[in-house]
């Protein structure tokens, strides 16, 4: 969550392309506050009702669109630095590190990962494949 909070890159887009249509920075607010506020609550009602996939999914979704939090921070690095770029750098290490933090923390290997991803994916067509061609037949 905290990885995906502190990612500019998405937020950024999201914030840009919101601000595209809505002609508006603070209208770009609203939709983003707004969107957070129903992402927590979906999230309260899905963890109260022991749906913990749901729930995590709409947390994360939450504290990725929710601009308070991250307008904080950005503010805060770029009052240390004086300097966008160097905040936006700062804010990449960052989000790595806590990426980089949940993998170790679930001795997930990024590279182990997709290899089995892909492995299972393609077996998994495979099947369908083999499957659906024995149905017809």
Known sequence: ?????????????????????????????????????????????????????????FITLAMFINPLGYDIV????????NDYWQTMTIMYILAGFFFGLFMYLYSINPITAFIN???NTHNKIKTKIKTNGQNIQ
Not at 4 to 23: A, Q
Not at 36 to 41: D, E, G, R, Y
Not at 74 to 81: C, F, Q
């Open 74 to 81: 950005v503010y805060g690095i770029t009052k240390l630095t």
């Open 1 to 57: 969550m905290i990885a995906t909070f502190l990612n500019p890159l998405g937020f950024d887009i999201l914030v840009y392309k919101i601000t595209e249509l809505t002609t508006s920075y603070w209208s770009t607010m609203y939709v983003l506050y707004l969107s957070a506020a129903l992402s927590f609550i979906i999230s309260y009602i899905a963890f109260d009702n022991n749906k913990r996939r749901i729930g995590n999914i």
């Open 117 to 119: 991803h892909a492995k």
